[in-house]
């Protein structure tokens, strides 16, 4: 679901943007090393974690993956990357120019190729691979199988410019994204064939036209070389590994020190930071008595149980055998103790290794609400639940623990620092339970006699009904439990700062009664099944989705919290819709008008009475949501284009189907001495000035 954001360092802005979208990227925008190329040492071997091994080196293909799209990035030519505001910026190592040309008949671009752009097979970059792309990419041909066509289907023909180097593409329909078109670039050997197209990762990449080529494809890495043909500034790295490291192993390969760069966890983030100058006396000082947070001694088994074995022995013998027994205990429960240390010793020098670079990830967080079927179908109660969910209490919950804004979204289709962003959020409302009980009551849920239940102890009476709702108690030790495994618990005063439910969960423990209004319709309280995924990226978001359902109850909406195979989360639920309530994450883009639109298009019903949703999983959209987009996909002038897609996210936040959270954090473990790397966030990597200090 989540593709890399693009790939580069800023280069000079666009011209034609507005002031207020000039100037440096916001903060936490990206988080970068940055180092002269002549600071670098020339040559080395980055060693890049990846979550598995690319299936295809085809950016095209439905199986691509983030890892295809960070080795594309190195191997082929990106005509246009993306700056820390992701922005699109020409790429001179390709383009030397790119206009429109004519608007009137037809929308017509020109792209002058660099004369010094060749393949790695010595064959010059030009038309005939601008015009294979467009051919296996427009959709016409099924035997490609392409995951997307978007742009490609609105041209007419791809011919050779009027002057040598020079490709001119001809539109059917005006498209303003056409910057997001021929990137990357395939050469015709691979876009000419479907065969070629189709291949599986291991067959390589025999051409490229980037500072890297393929070398070697395993099943558990994929190593670039440098591109002896490579025209442009040398590639300060002499290869980079792409290693299939799964995330929950990553804290382990980077201790034992089998990487240089990996997205990690907030356990691992927090165990890095730890490790910075000024943080382990801090941590020294917290001692022991703070079991699992960063920086301070695990707790060791082998430790308790010797413990636990000397005071069992002090309470059961007597004279010199039990204070002889219990010393041999207590050394043996020092021995354990120390061996212990001694490991975590070794493992937070192998971790001060290594920095933390953080940044917002260009990818949200969203709760989806089903709109097809059961009570969501009203959009009264699905605004409701919307004003139940204080979003400003979620994001600092996810972010502030790791420095990082924690300022919710306010956007669907663009994120804070993009050009146009504006927080549309308004257009529901601010959080307010009594305004969403209003709303609930107008669409026939409301709350009376029949409808209370009652907690004693976390264990809830609902009065004969079937479903049986978390209850504050069990919501706050599930949601604890969860956070410790992600390293995002919050204290309880930090709950309470963030504007969450206070001490939610303390009824429940001291067995006092607590009484929850259920709103219920025609007899029937009102019940949402809340689906997860039960891998480590549920894990992440138990919490939040725990903390949902309390904010829920406090209007009487009860939640069936369901725990689903990670592998089939949204293959058999999201995808199918059986689910009324879901947490899943969302890629953002520099073309919006052109990515965006699929996820929010109103679904149609196709001739077998299906309904056609493309990528538009919570079912809910309309007309005008539709010819927004269409009338920004085809308006050239950037302003105008931008301003339409403004008017669409307003609309898509009045539907309420989804409501944006929080941009992810984008947490990056990275060797010390490496550099131009990091956090990324928007910003395309330029492979070529990625190096080792000298």
Known sequence: MLLAAGVMLPLPVLTGCSSQDDGPPPRAAWDIASAPRSGTAGTGTLR??????????????????????????????????????????????????????????????????????????????????????????????????????????????????????????????????????????????????????????????????????????????????????????????????????PAEKRAEALIAGRLDLAEVDRTTARRIQATAPGKQAAGAKRGPSAPGKAGAPEPSTGGRKAAEATRTGEATRSGEATRSGAAREEAGAQGAATGDTDKNRSRTRALSRFTLRKALDPAYTQLALNGTKGPLADERVRRAVARAIDRKALAKLVLKPMGLPSEPLGNHLLMAGQPGYKDHSGALGDPDTNAAQSLLADAGWRADGTGRQKAVDGKTDDRGSRH?????????????????????????????????????????????????????????????????????????????????????????????????????????????????????????????????????????????????????????????????????????????????????????????????????????????????????GFATPRYQDIGFRR
């Open 468 to 680: 049986s709702a978390p209850t504050a108690a069990t919501a706050a030790t599930a949601a604890t439990e969860s956070a410790t495994d992600s390293g995002t618990a919050p204290s309880t005063a930090s709950e309470s700062a963030s504007g969450a439910p206070p001490a939610a969960g303390d009824a429940g423990r001291s067995g006092r009664l607590r009484e929850t209004a259920v709103v219920r319709k025609k007899g029937r309280p009102l019940v949402l099944r809340f689906v997860l995924p039960d891998d480590q990226t549920g894990a992440r978001l138990g919490t939040v989705g725990e903390r949902i359902a309390r904010m829920l109850e406090k209007i009487g909406v009860r939640t069936e919290i369901t725990k689903v195979s990670g592998e089939s989360y949204f293959r058999d639920h999201i995808a199918t819709g059986d689910y009324d309530l879901a947490l899943y994450s969302w890629p953002a883009s520099a073309y919006p008008a052109t990515d965006a639109r699929p996820i929010y298009a109103k679904p149609q019903p196709a001739a077998d009475g299906s309904l056609v949703v493309e990528q538009n999983y919570t079912r809910v959209g309309t007309d005008q949501i539709d010819q927004l987009f269409d009338q920004a996909l085809s308006e050239l002038d950037g302003g105008a284009s931008r301003s339409l897609v403004s008017r669409a996210d307003a609309r898509i936040w009045a539907a309420a189907g989804s409501i944006p959270l929080y941009q992810r954090p984008q947490l990056i473990a990275m060797r010390k001495g490496l550099v131009n790397a990091g956090a990324f």
């Open 48 to 245: 890049w974690a990846l979550d598995a091994t690319p299936t295809t080196l085809n950016a095209f293909q439905k199986t691509a993956d983030t890892g295809t799209q960070r080795i594309a990035g190195a191997v082929l030519p990106s005509l246009y990357t993306l700056d820390a505001r992701g922005r699109p910026q020409r790429n001179g190592d390709y383009l030397t120019s790119a206009d429109v040309t004519s608007t009137d008949p037809k929308q017509v671009v020109v792209f002058k190729v660099n004369p010094k752009a060749v393949w790695s097979d010595g064959r010059p970059i030009g038309a005939e691979d601008f015009q294979a792309q467009w051919k296996a990419l427009r959709g016409t041909d099924e035997k490609y199988g392409t995951a997307r066509n978007a742009g490609y289907d609105r041209i007419a023909k791809v011919e050779p410019g009027d002057k040598e180097h020079e490709v001119k593409v001809t539109f059917a329909k005006p498209y303003t994204d056409w910057r997001s078109l021929f990137t990357p670039l395939y050469p015709k050997s691979v876009m000419g064939n479907p065969a070629v197209f189709t291949a599986a990762a291991n067959k390589g990449l025999a051409v490229g036209a980037g500072p890297f080529t393929v070398h070697q494809v395993t099943d558990s890495e994929v190593t670039l070389v440098r591109n002896p043909r490579w025209w442009g500034d040398r590639a300060r790295l002499s290869r980079v590994v792409f290693q299939a490291v």
